[in-house]
């Protein structure tokens, strides 16, 4: 499995500002996705990043408020836009794995806004 | 519209025995379904898959079930260990590119 990292881990920000957060895969993969876990809820589909192309973002995010850079094969940053309260969640990266459409997560940046 | 259900949100078993973790959807368009733990403070930790051709998948003392007709799946963990115990996330895929769509999550504590 694929070895990912993220920074932050944790920041706390306040409301209006924008915060980018990185995800590092330590392989080359074609596929990266970025999701969200609001406190007490699951992990929600943000958006999908492939190399050389858009994001491509689900219904209730765009990319105005989460643009998505993905510079190349083991490298993706997410920025959170013009934050408010609502916007506090864990923020985590995954990569596809080529074996049975399994996902591999990064630790998550816990990210609260005030 | 929560596509994937996990409608038990704690679940409490003696060390030794066996974990049942279920896991409803409604999208008859997933075609794989995956189960992962997580721990506070981390991000989720692959366990086990299963594609809608099979209706068993076994590794190690993690077995899932999937029973299409009833769109159910269940993760058996025998026999379960204190290191069990962390939030169960049930997800299912379409395939592909598709990303993920996860369950609310089940946390499972196993007494000693």
């Known amino acids: 499995s694929a070895v990912i990292s993220q920074k932050p881990s944790r920041d706390i920000c306040q409301r209006g500002t924008s915060l980018t957060i990185q995800c590092q895969v330590d392989?080359?993969?074609?596929?990266m996705f970025w999701y969200r876990q609001q406190p007490g809820q699951s992990l929600t589909l943000i958006a999908t990043?492939?190399?050389?192309?858009?994001?491509?973002?689900e219904s209730g995010f765009v990319i105005d408020k989460f643009p998505i850079s993905r510079p190349n094969l083991t490298f993706s940053t997410l920025t959170v836009s013009n934050m408010s309260p609502e916007d506090s969640s864990i923020y985590l990266c995954?990569?596809?794995?080529?074996?049975?459409?399994?996902?591999?997560f990064g630790p998550g940046t816990r990210l609260t806004v005030l | 519209d929560q596509q994937v259900k996990q409608n038990s949100p704690s679940l409490s078993v003696q060390e030794g025995r066996i974990s049942i973790l279920n896991c409803d959807y409604t999208?008859?368009?997933?075609?794989?379904f995956l189960w992962y733990k997580k721990y506070p403070a981390e991000g989720p930790t692959f366990l086990i898959s299963?594609?809608?051709?099979?209706d068993k998948n076994e590794d190690g003392r993690f077995t899932v079930f999937l029973n299409k007709s009833a769109k159910h799946l269940s993760l058996h963990i025998v026999p379960s260990q204190p290191g069990d115990s962390a939030v169960y996330f049930c997800?299912?895929?379409?395939?592909?590119?598709?990303?993920?769509?996860f369950g609310k999550g089940t946390h499972l504590i196993i007494q000693p």
């Open positions: 995954s990569v596809l794995s080529g074996m049975d459409h399994e996902q591999f």
């Open positions: 999208n008859s368009m997933f075609d794989y």
């Open positions: 299963i594609s809608s051709i099979k």
């Open positions: 990043a492939n190399q050389g192309s858009e994001a491509t973002y």
């Open positions: 392989s080359q993969v074609t596929m």
């Open positions: 997800a299912a895929s379409g395939g592909g590119a598709d990303g993920l769509t």
